[in-house]
Nanobody
Framework: VQLIESGGGVVQPGDSLTLSCEVTGGTFTIYNMGWFRQAPGKEREFVASIKWSGATTYYADSVKGRFTISRDNAKSTMYLQMNSLNPEDTAVYYC??????????????????WGQGTQVTVSS
């Protein structure tokens, strides 16, 4: 399976941005999906995850209320809608896949497939 992120860029504080993650080479609905991010000099951290059906989602406290994770199973694509961005959101954002036969995860070790990452920079 391959995961391809897109949608990163440079935005100003308060702006919005939507990231996409397309999954190819596998059946999308057998995967729970997640977003992680890694800021310069910091470890990669959990952002959000979504069950294969879309019925359950988890968010990190730092993004709750600002970010929305979603998926379109017909398009084999997951999204991360990011609103009210601030400089602390600057990071490389990675999408990841885990088995839908496991409970929805929030830790990196539970995700076996990863994308290459897309850079999001929030700066005035």
């Amino acid at each position: 399976v391959q995961l391809i992120e897109s949608g990163g860029g440079v935005v100003q504080p308060g702006d919005s941005l939507t990231l996409s993650c397309e999954v190819t080479g596998g059946t999308f609905t057998i995967y729970n999906m997640g977003w992680f991010r890694q800021a310069p000099g910091k470890e990669r951290e959990f952002v959000a995850s979504i069950k294969w059906s879309g019925a359950t989602t988890y968010y990190a406290d730092s993004v709750k209320g600002r970010f929305t994770i979603s998926r379109d199973n017909a398009k084999s694509t997951m999204y991360l809608q990011m609103n009210s961005l601030n400089p602390e959101d600057t990071a490389v954002y990675y999408c990841a896949a885990s088995s839908a036969f496991q409970r929805l995860a929030r830790t990196q070790a539970d995700f076996g497939s990863w994308g290459q990452g897309t850079q999001v920079t929030v700066s005035s």
